[in-house]
């Protein structure tokens, strides 16, 4: 059974670089056509789609951040990562990652990681 | 803002049917596929239902969603306590290049 973890520190400074890892076990991130995806919700909120990442590395981000962020993939190591730069306040929320999957005309979430709680603050 | 509005919430008792409404646009759900996500309280949402009505492995049967226009519906009939949690409809928007999430909607079990 896939299952994800999210990693990475859990507190930023605003203005930096938000960085998280996403492992993958029990199934590799290269096989199928994977749709390798970051999702946050900010405290108290609803869910905020950050966009998702394929085994090739080719991504698609959410237009309002594709600025300020970088999805990558190592496949050596089962992993995808999300980099957010230049963070403030609005960028706290708890960051999930997940694995979705082709559902006609959008795609599904069907594995989620437990998420990570990420705070801004200096 | 999302895009897709859903009553913030609803209740029922046990074993009683609730419907929760999502509503859209021709961007979002009137030219693409809907699923459902439950979230129980403290933990990582759940897909519950994708392709508007499929309801993946392990999901119980009370559970069904449909689809018509703008604006899709999930169904829980027979209300368990267990059901208490927030859920969210979702879709992929072709006017934003995005996926979009619904607002939310709590559902009690009185």
């Known amino acids: 059974q896939v299952q994800l973890k999210e990693s990475g520190p859990g507190l930023v400074k605003p203005s930096q670089t938000l960085s998280l890892t996403c492992t993958v076990s029990g199934g590799s991130i290269s096989s199928g056509g994977y749709y390798w995806s970051w999702i946050r919700q900010p405290p108290g909120k609803g869910l905020e789609w950050i966009g998702y990442?394929?085994?090739?590395?080719?991504?698609y981000y959410k237009p309002s951040l594709k600025s300020r962020l970088n999805m990558s993939v190592d496949t050596s190591k089962n992993q995808f990562s999300l980099n957010l730069r230049s963070v403030t306040a609005g960028d706290a929320a708890v960051y999930y990652c997940?694995?979705?999957?082709?559902?006609?005309?959008?795609?599904?979430?069907?594995?989620w990681g437990q998420g990570t709680t990420v705070t801004v603050s200096s | 803002q999302s895009v897709l509005t859903q009553p913030p919430s609803a209740s029922g008792t046990p074993g009683q049917r609730v419907t929760i409404s999502c509503s859209g646009s021709?961007?979002?759900?009137?030219?693409?596929?809907l699923n459902w996500y439950q979230q129980l309280p403290g933990t990582a949402p759940k897909l519950l239902i994708y392709?508007?009505?499929q309801r993946p492995s392990g999901v119980p049967d009370r559970f069904s969603g449909s689809k018509s226009g703008t604006s899709a519906s999930l169904a829980i009939s027979g209300l368990h306590s267990e059901d208490e949690a927030d859920y969210y409809c979702?879709?992929?928007?072709?006017?934003?290049?995005?996926?979009?999430f619904g607002t939310g909607t709590k559902v009690t079990v009185l």
């Open positions: 990442i394929f085994r090739t590395g080719t991504a």
């Open positions: 021709s961007s979002n759900i009137g030219s693409n596929t």
């Open positions: 997940v694995r979705g999957i082709p559902a006609a005309t959008s795609y599904a979430m069907d594995v």
């Open positions: 979702a879709a992929w928007d072709d006017s934003l290049n995005g996926y979009v």
């Open positions: 392709s508007n009505n």
